[in-house]
């Protein structure tokens, strides 16, 4: 019953299921487990004579509706007044603007209303918040009790969500147990049927932590326990390409380190000797190197290619953007090409693999494992920025032939508790200390006020150092894909600035460009042909523009810390002092940004994303799959640790075998993870 479809949900308008598959809802089970945000306590039910003891206190008034009023008031605000008494007295309770209220409610009829008790005068009245018919012998679904209250997005309000769950809640008591009996009992949690119910209708607000602690204890254990399976697996495999590293070798690393152009730090020199460390096992690394903005992950991702070239293995390179691997083809080339690697390129544009021709390392974007070319003796894969590699690309490799080592990175700063729990089957490698000489980025929150100003000293600072400027447009919709909106307010912003900016060059660049055309817009700023590039965030990964000093960020109260973090990592890369000025119109988010504005440390915006916006932020997005959870959080490391901790006992006990409930509650919870290769 609880798999059945909520199309199927008795006496519900299509626009309303429509709006509940809109937030995730397509089951029973998801209706049953979708969470409120707050509860308010209507369990109270007073008399109309006590009403005067309950100033300011939500309480449920019951009794018959002696008349009903519509009075207009001289600002044309339409009041339904509704005359209610009881066996105490009667009292006047006054709706604003709803008219409706005239079909639903009936002179003689009795009603529950819930609110809050004011007092006007010498009359004490009741602030009306909901209200229902009473029918006898049913407890109210939406009045006198602690009633909860959900999300209302997708124009779903509370009052219907609590009318259609209270119609399917009884079959809460036929839900399965997911989690298994010997976890349930010695973590002393509440059954999950228990959970729900209480969820939804708890008779005790201190019932409710419990119920909560229950779900969000079933989602970590989850999110640990597969992430546990998923390494317990890759660890079974055998690489198929093996790396030796002799003396000899070693010593061609050591030289090769020594040549380049700048003194590594001491986290890139321990990273590329953990990433060797692993190379050379028969077991295939699966390694997760992060580094905040600048901080040289491609420089070690480098070296750990050029160990294998030194076996005579290949290695495969996947950027997230076409833009960025030919950026990085470039960068490899000027790195490696001097010491005979050969390095290809395969992507939408660049398709170098098709001619037949050799390379000891490929770079392409995300697409790479789908092309039709065949890449042969491959021991490294790199994967940047993408922060998950599930099954379906391993398996994509397994049909190519490759059981690979696997190097994933990200300059996304990541939480300590969120990278332990959401990538616990991955080895983690952290670059945080900066490159020396690398000058600190001014940051400012500009008003509309100063925006005139501001374009004034970025006149002068053009023509004075010739510096060059990025200008970013605001995401229209908070979505990792770029929409048609965004490229139109980039546009728009585009021609306004070219009267701004008269004299100057400008230049337009989005992500609905064709690839040539963009690569052409990023070689002309690149080469000093344009002064001033107005662009989407599209440009948030990885462009290197040493001689680009200055970024405007629009609208940027509508991006996460961690987001803006990558912005603003687009300057400050060369050795003329860099500022990124914060054009905000909303004062509500002042004070995010003037911590943003204070603070270089992207480990610390991550942090406070975290807290305050929740982990979706944390990646620029509003939610994916693997990172959705909706009662439990990344910062409750006591939770966590307790989680982490069941997971170890119970696959003490259970090392081969997830079965029954417990496997499909996985297989729901992290579908592409779990599945084997």
């Given at each position: 019953?609880?798999?059945?479809?909520?199309?199927?949900?008795?006496?519900?308008?299509?626009?309303?299921?429509?709006?509940?598959?809109?937030?995730?809802?397509?089951?029973?089970?998801?209706?049953?487990?979708?969470?409120?945000?707050?509860?308010?306590?209507?369990?109270?039910?007073?008399?109309?004579?006590?009403?005067?003891?309950?100033?300011?206190?939500?309480?449920?008034?019951?009794?018959?509706?002696?008349?009903?009023?519509?009075?207009?008031?001289?600002?044309?605000?339409?009041?339904?007044?509704?005359?209610?008494?009881?066996?105490?007295?009667?009292?006047?309770?006054?709706?604003?603007?709803?008219?409706?209220?005239?079909?639903?409610?009936?002179?003689?009829?009795?009603?529950?209303f819930s609110g809050t008790v004011k007092q006007f005068g010498p009359t004490y009245t009741l602030q009306p918040e909901t209200f229902e018919p009473i029918i006898s012998g049913e407890q109210g679904i939406q009045t006198g009790r602690i009633l909860p209250v959900y999300s209302e997005a997708k124009g779903l309000s509370s009052r219907l969500l609590r009318e259609k769950i209270a119609g399917i809640l009884p079959l809460a008591s036929s839900i399965q147990e997911s989690l298994p009996e010997s976890v349930v009992k010695l973590n002393d949690l509440l059954p999950l049927p228990d959970a729900?119910?209480?969820?939804?209708?708890?008779?005790?607000?201190?019932?409710?932590?419990?119920?909560?602690?229950?779900?969000?204890?079933?989602?970590?254990?989850?999110?640990?326990?597969?992430?546990a399976l998923i390494k317990k697996n890759w660890n079974e495999n055998k690489v198929k390409e093996i790396i030796k590293y002799t003396t000899a070798q070693e010593k061609m690393v050591e030289r090769f380190v020594l040549s380049l152009p700048f003194k590594l730090t001491s986290d890139q020199m321990q990273a590329y000797k953990d990433i060797i460390h692993d190379l050379v096992k028969e077991q295939?690394?699966?390694?997760?190197?992060?580094?905040?903005?600048?901080?040289?992950k491609t420089v070690v991702a480098a070296i750990s290619a050029y160990v294998a070239y030194l076996s005579k293995k290949k290695t495969l390179y996947m950027a997230p953007t076409e833009i960025l691997a030919l950026q990085h083809a470039e960068t490899f080339k000027a790195l490696l090409s001097p010491l005979g690697v050969k390095i290809g390129i395969q992507t939408g544009s660049k398709k170098e693999l098709a001619k037949g021709n050799d390379f000891d390392i490929v770079i392409g974007t995300h697409a790479l494992l789908s092309t039709p070319v065949s890449v042969s003796s491959v021991a490294l894969v790199i994967i940047d920025e993408q922060h998950r590699f599930g099954v379906k690309q391993r398996a994509l490799?397994?049909?190519?032939?490759?059981?690979?080592?696997?190097?994933?990175?990200?300059?996304?700063?990541?939480?300590?508790?969120?990278?332990?729990?959401?990538?616990?089957?991955?080895?983690?490698?952290?670059?945080?200390?900066?490159?020396?000489?690398?000058?600190?980025?001014?940051?400012y929150v500009v008003t509309q006020a100063k925006r005139n100003d501001a374009y004034t000293w970025i006149k002068k600072e053009i023509i004075k150092d010739k510096v060059q400027i990025f200008v970013i447009c605001p995401l229209v919709?908070?979505?990792?894909?770029?929409?048609?909106?965004?490229?139109?307010?980039?546009?728009?912003?585009?021609?306004?600035?070219?009267?701004?900016?008269?004299?100057?060059?400008?230049g337009l660049l989005h992500g609905k460009m064709k690839p040539a055309e963009k690569n052409s817009i990023l070689d002309d700023f690149r080469d000093k042909k344009i002064d001033i590039l107005v662009s989407t965030s599209v440009v948030e990964v990885g462009i290197d523009i040493p001689n680009a000093s200055i970024m405007i960020i629009e609208g940027a109260e509508r991006f996460g810390l961690s987001q803006l973090h990558q912005l603003r990592g687009r300057v400050g890369r060369g050795s003329i002092q860099s500022h990124c000025l914060l054009f905000s119109s909303a004062p509500i988010s002042a004070?995010?940004?003037?911590?943003?504005?204070?603070?270089?440390?992207?480990?610390?915006?991550?942090?406070?994303d975290l807290k305050e916006r929740g982990p979706g932020n944390i990646f620029g997005i509003e939610?994916?799959?693997?990172?959705?959870?909706?009662?439990?959080?990344?910062?409750?490391?006591?939770?966590?640790?307790?989680?982490?901790?069941?997971?170890?006992?119970?696959?003490?006990?259970?090392?081969?075998?997830?079965?029954?409930?417990?496997?499909?509650?996985?297989s729901k919870f992290q579908i592409d993870k779990i599945a084997k290769d």
């Amino acid at each position: 019953m609880l798999d059945t479809s909520i199309n199927l949900l008795p006496h519900t308008s299509g626009l309303t299921k429509k709006r509940l598959h809109l937030v995730g809802i397509d089951t029973y089970e998801d209706l049953l487990k979708y969470p409120p945000n707050r509860y308010e306590d209507f369990s109270r039910i007073v008399k109309a004579l006590f009403l005067r003891n309950f100033l300011d206190q939500k309480v449920t008034l019951q009794g018959e509706v002696v008349s009903i009023a519509v009075v207009k008031t001289r600002s044309h605000i339409s009041l339904q007044k509704v005359s209610v008494q009881d066996n105490t007295g009667k009292v006047s309770i006054t709706f604003f603007n709803q008219p409706y209220l005239l079909s639903q409610l009936k002179k003689g009829g009795t009603y529950a209303f819930s609110g809050t008790v004011k007092q006007f005068g010498p009359t004490y009245t009741l602030q009306p918040e909901t209200f229902e018919p009473i029918i006898s012998g049913e407890q109210g679904i939406q009045t006198g009790r602690i009633l909860p209250v959900y999300s209302e997005a997708k124009g779903l309000s509370s009052r219907l969500l609590r009318e259609k769950i209270a119609g399917i809640l009884p079959l809460a008591s036929s839900i399965q147990e997911s989690l298994p009996e010997s976890v349930v009992k010695l973590n002393d949690l509440l059954p999950l049927p228990d959970a729900l119910k209480t969820l939804h209708r708890p008779l005790k607000i201190e019932d409710l932590q419990r119920a909560k602690d229950r779900l969000a204890f079933e989602e970590l254990f989850l999110l640990q326990l597969s992430t546990a399976l998923i390494k317990k697996n890759w660890n079974e495999n055998k690489v198929k390409e093996i790396i030796k590293y002799t003396t000899a070798q070693e010593k061609m690393v050591e030289r090769f380190v020594l040549s380049l152009p700048f003194k590594l730090t001491s986290d890139q020199m321990q990273a590329y000797k953990d990433i060797i460390h692993d190379l050379v096992k028969e077991q295939p690394m699966n390694r997760f190197l992060q580094g905040d903005v600048g901080s040289g992950k491609t420089v070690v991702a480098a070296i750990s290619a050029y160990v294998a070239y030194l076996s005579k293995k290949k290695t495969l390179y996947m950027a997230p953007t076409e833009i960025l691997a030919l950026q990085h083809a470039e960068t490899f080339k000027a790195l490696l090409s001097p010491l005979g690697v050969k390095i290809g390129i395969q992507t939408g544009s660049k398709k170098e693999l098709a001619k037949g021709n050799d390379f000891d390392i490929v770079i392409g974007t995300h697409a790479l494992l789908s092309t039709p070319v065949s890449v042969s003796s491959v021991a490294l894969v790199i994967i940047d920025e993408q922060h998950r590699f599930g099954v379906k690309q391993r398996a994509l490799l397994k049909a190519k032939g490759i059981t690979p080592h696997l190097l994933t990175m990200t300059a996304t700063p990541i939480p300590r508790t969120v990278a332990l729990t959401a990538f616990g089957e991955l080895d983690m490698s952290v670059l945080s200390t900066m490159p020396t000489g690398r000058k600190p980025i001014r940051t400012y929150v500009v008003t509309q006020a100063k925006r005139n100003d501001a374009y004034t000293w970025i006149k002068k600072e053009i023509i004075k150092d010739k510096v060059q400027i990025f200008v970013i447009c605001p995401l229209v919709e908070e979505s990792e894909a770029e929409t048609l909106s965004s490229v139109k307010a980039a546009t728009t912003e585009f021609e306004l600035l070219k009267k701004e900016f008269i004299g100057f060059t400008l230049g337009l660049l989005h992500g609905k460009m064709k690839p040539a055309e963009k690569n052409s817009i990023l070689d002309d700023f690149r080469d000093k042909k344009i002064d001033i590039l107005v662009s989407t965030s599209v440009v948030e990964v990885g462009i290197d523009i040493p001689n680009a000093s200055i970024m405007i960020i629009e609208g940027a109260e509508r991006f996460g810390l961690s987001q803006l973090h990558q912005l603003r990592g687009r300057v400050g890369r060369g050795s003329i002092q860099s500022h990124c000025l914060l054009f905000s119109s909303a004062p509500i988010s002042a004070s995010r940004l003037h911590f943003f504005a204070q603070t270089l440390d992207g480990m610390k915006l991550a942090e406070y994303d975290l807290k305050e916006r929740g982990p979706g932020n944390i990646f620029g997005i509003e939610q994916h799959g693997f990172m959705e959870m909706r009662f439990a959080s990344f910062s409750d490391s006591l939770l966590i640790q307790k989680t982490q901790k069941a997971v170890q006992e119970y696959l003490k006990t259970n090392p081969d075998v997830v079965s029954g409930q417990l496997n499909e509650r996985l297989s729901k919870f992290q579908i592409d993870k779990i599945a084997k290769d």
